[in-house]
């Protein structure tokens, strides 16, 4: 399968990677109650990845030539394009310190977390991704209304998903004894990595949240078209990447390692 430029198929692609998503998020949790395989877990959260980076945060457009004239529109994109996976790129270390920490420090243990209560709040985040998808292509054929429609949906999933860690999560997990202290003797540093791992996540889901705010507004003034809506992409890649990390974060807290209680 192959990304395409026609606005239906554009949207039923969209639908067939949701569904695609769905199914191995599915898999992995049914993995982790059953078969316990680590090494399964990455192969699935992998390909997760690889689909949203390439269909939904369409990273195949860094390839696209730009035009010529330093002072087109064409070209500011292309270039913003590049220094946005620039950022995304640093970021990523950022990340990929705190799983380090996670991997390092926890082991082949994980927080006394509640696992549906992770699927849900996964599935929100993953759902909220469907639809900034959605939000973008048709901002992208130049239907602003479709996208105003779709846009408002992701922020009230996002903050869901906001609400559902924050506040439902971190309480669960205080209750069980998880405290934001890396030296704590009860479970060690389990409870700072837990909370600064979501902690961190829950920040660029604050900050992506504000984002599409400022996007939903710029395009109730109709300052967007179908030729020119580099906001909206930038928007829709940074809320994907968020998606992105946590879909390696889900397993590495929630599904991968022995229970400690």
Request: hydrophobic letters at 55%; zero cysteines.
């Amino acid at each position: 399968m192959i990304h395409t430029q026609d606005k239906s198929s554009a949207l039923g692609q969209g639908v067939l990677i949701f569904v695609y998503l769905t199914i191995l998020t599915a898999l992995e949790f049914f993995i982790a109650i059953t078969f316990k395989s680590v090494s399964i877990l990455i192969v699935v959260a992998v390909i997760k990845a690889a689909l949203v980076m390439y269909y939904y945060m369409h990273i195949y457009k860094l390839n696209e030539n730009s035009d010529d004239d330093t002072h087109s529109y064409a070209y500011k994109t292309g270039t913003n394009r590049l220094g946005l996976w620039l950022f995304l790129l640093s970021d990523t270390f950022v990340f990929a310190g705190l799983m380090a920490a996670r991997i390092n420090l926890l082991g082949f243990t994980r927080p006394p977390l509640n696992q549906l209560l992770g699927l849900a709040v996964t599935a929100v985040l993953l759902l909220s991704s469907f639809f900034m998808n959605r939000g973008e292509t048709s901002m992208a054929h130049g239907d602003t209304k479709g996208f105003l429609n779709n846009i408002v949906i992701t922020f009230f999933l996002g903050l869901g998903f906001l609400i559902g860690v924050v506040a439902v999560e971190w309480r669960l997990a205080a209750a069980e004894g998880l405290v934001a202290s890396f030296g704590n003797p009860a479970n060690g540093p389990m409870g700072g990595v837990f909370y600064i791992m979501t902690g961190m996540h829950a920040f660029h889901v604050f900050t992506g949240l504000i984002f599409l705010f400022v996007v939903w507004n710029n395009a109730r003034k109709n300052i967007y078209s179908a030729e020119q809506h580099w906001g909206v992409e930038a928007v829709a890649v940074y809320w994907h990447f968020v998606d992105l990390v946590w879909i390696f974060f889900y397993p590495a807290l929630y599904l991968i390692g022995k229970l400690i209680v």
